[in-house]
């Protein structure tokens, strides 16, 4: 075989492995990602179907009730709310009235079913998303 198609044919193997390892990294990214969505963007429909995603806001004071490990509440982006059913342990941090982040999918019900619930750390602190989304709502509701 001439050197001409021995080179022809190792850049050619190249470029397959390459594209593969590019498809099989890009693959990995996308099942890895969580989409942001407000209760408002949830309760008009848009949030993503058959996808983890998160939800973020103010979880409604007097909505926590817990039954043995499994604890349900509303979160709310001061527009609309969103039932959510979370089985575990929440944060020490998580309190009614205080900003939460959670991931999940929703249920046919329309409840949000919560695999991750992430809570403020300290007082002065609201995660950036949830606080866009409050101010975004708050903007909005505040419009109509």
Do not use: C, W
Request: avoid cysteine; charged fraction near 25%.
């Amino acid at each position: 075989m001439k050197s001409r198609y021995k080179r022809a044919l190792i850049i050619i193997a190249a470029l397959v492995v390459i594209g593969v390892a590019a498809s099989l990294i890009l693959n990995a990214l996308n099942s890895n990602i969580a989409l942001f969505v407000t209760p408002s963007e949830v309760a008009a429909g848009k949030a993503p179907k058959d996808q983890a995603f998160r939800i973020g806001g103010m979880v409604k004071d007097e909505s926590v009730k817990r039954d043995g490990l499994t604890v349900h509440f509303v979160i709310t982006d001061l527009v609309k709310d969103i039932p959510v059913a979370y089985t575990g342990i929440l944060p020490d941090l998580f309190k009614e009235g205080k900003g939460a982040v959670i991931q999940g999918r929703m249920n046919a019900n329309g409840e949000f079913i919560a695999s991750e619930v992430l809570a403020k750390h300290d007082e002065n602190y609201m995660p950036p998303e949830a606080k866009h989304a409050l101010d975004q709502a708050q903007k909005n509701g505040s419009n109509k």
